[in-house]
């Protein structure tokens, strides 16, 4: 067998995990089963929390990582994508030990950002208190010509971290309004679009209405998934 197969580190949390599944298929240009790309799911909610660890409050995921990059490769996948973005915490020692590519979610998210024509000025940034601390958006993209603000303080403590929180508990149709509110906010700032750097907010923003939201936003399940086609198939995308 020659094809790729395409393994996903996942369960940070199950439901971003099955939505990135989702999003895989519905992106990929297929008209039958074997049209699509093969993919392992490896979705282990067992992993210690990624932002308390990052906090230095938490045991250290890296071992749970390791065991998923393992399986994944015994599986015979040849590139590793993890739709969770404060994962990539680890993504230096997990991509020395992989042996085989892990696309990185945030030069996953550049490329949608130039997809949808933002190529540079200023864009908003959302994602966990954990995320923004450790700078894996802002300093990679800054470093791109894009200038990043994101949620005040206040906006994480109130309404940013609680959706997150709900979310991940299936609560997600509560968690839209105040995320929307904090997008809004961004774009009264001066943001041309606002990437959501935590794979629970894209499927927060997915259960309101889109008129509600007043500037674009990258999705990076959405962005991910496109950049696991392109490894698996290169060329256009749907």
């Given at each position: 067998m020659t094809e790729k197969v395409?393994?996903?580190?996942?369960?940070?949390?199950?439901?971003?995990?099955?939505?990135?599944?989702?999003r895989l298929t519905l992106?990929?240009?297929?008209?039958?089963?074997?049209?699509?790309?093969?993919?392992?799911?490896?979705?282990?909610?067992?992993?210690p929390d990624r932002g308390a660890a990052?906090?230095?409050?938490?045991?250290d995921p890296l071992p749970w990582l390791m065991r998923g990059i393992d399986g994944l490769k015994a599986a015979g996948c040849g590139a590793i994508a993890m739709p969770c973005n404060?994962?990539?915490?680890?993504?230096?020692?997990?991509?020395?030990?992989?042996?085989?590519?892990?696309?990185?979610?945030?030069?996953a998210a550049a490329a949608d950002l130039r997809r949808i024509g933002v190529t540079c000025g200023r864009i908003g940034l959302m994602g966990t208190a954990a995320?923004?601390?450790m700078k894996l958006y802002q300093n990679r993209l800054a470093a791109s010509g894009w200038e990043i603000?994101?949620?005040?303080?206040?906006?994480?403590d109130r309404l940013v971290m609680p959706s997150i929180a709900?979310?991940?508990?299936?609560?997600?149709?509560?968690?839209?309004?105040?995320?929307?509110?904090?997008?809004?906010?961004?774009?009264?700032?001066?943001?041309?679009?606002?990437?959501?750097?935590?794979?629970?907010?894209?499927?927060?923003?997915q259960a309101g209405p889109a008129d509600a939201l007043r500037v674009p936003v990258v999705d990076?399940?959405?962005?991910?998934?496109?950049?696991?086609?392109?490894?698996?198939?290169?060329?256009?995308?749907?």
């Amino acid at each position: 067998m020659t094809e790729k197969v395409l393994g996903v580190l996942g369960g940070m949390g199950p439901l971003a995990s099955a939505q990135f599944m989702m999003r895989l298929t519905l992106l990929t240009r297929a008209s039958r089963d074997q049209d699509h790309i093969p993919a392992v799911l490896w979705s282990d909610p067992r992993i210690p929390d990624r932002g308390a660890a990052l906090l230095g409050e938490g045991p250290d995921p890296l071992p749970w990582l390791m065991r998923g990059i393992d399986g994944l490769k015994a599986a015979g996948c040849g590139a590793i994508a993890m739709p969770c973005n404060t994962a990539h915490g680890w993504y230096d020692p997990l991509a020395k030990a992989a042996g085989v590519p892990i696309l990185h979610i945030v030069d996953a998210a550049a490329a949608d950002l130039r997809r949808i024509g933002v190529t540079c000025g200023r864009i908003g940034l959302m994602g966990t208190a954990a995320t923004l601390a450790m700078k894996l958006y802002q300093n990679r993209l800054a470093a791109s010509g894009w200038e990043i603000i994101e949620p005040e303080p206040a906006q994480m403590d109130r309404l940013v971290m609680p959706s997150i929180a709900a979310v991940k508990a299936n609560r997600v149709a509560e968690a839209f309004e105040p995320l929307a509110e904090v997008m809004n906010s961004l774009a009264s700032r001066g943001a041309a679009a606002v990437v959501l750097g935590c794979t629970e907010i894209p499927i927060a923003v997915q259960a309101g209405p889109a008129d509600a939201l007043r500037v674009p936003v990258v999705d990076t399940i959405d962005a991910l998934a496109r950049a696991s086609i392109n490894w698996a198939r290169p060329g256009p995308s749907a």
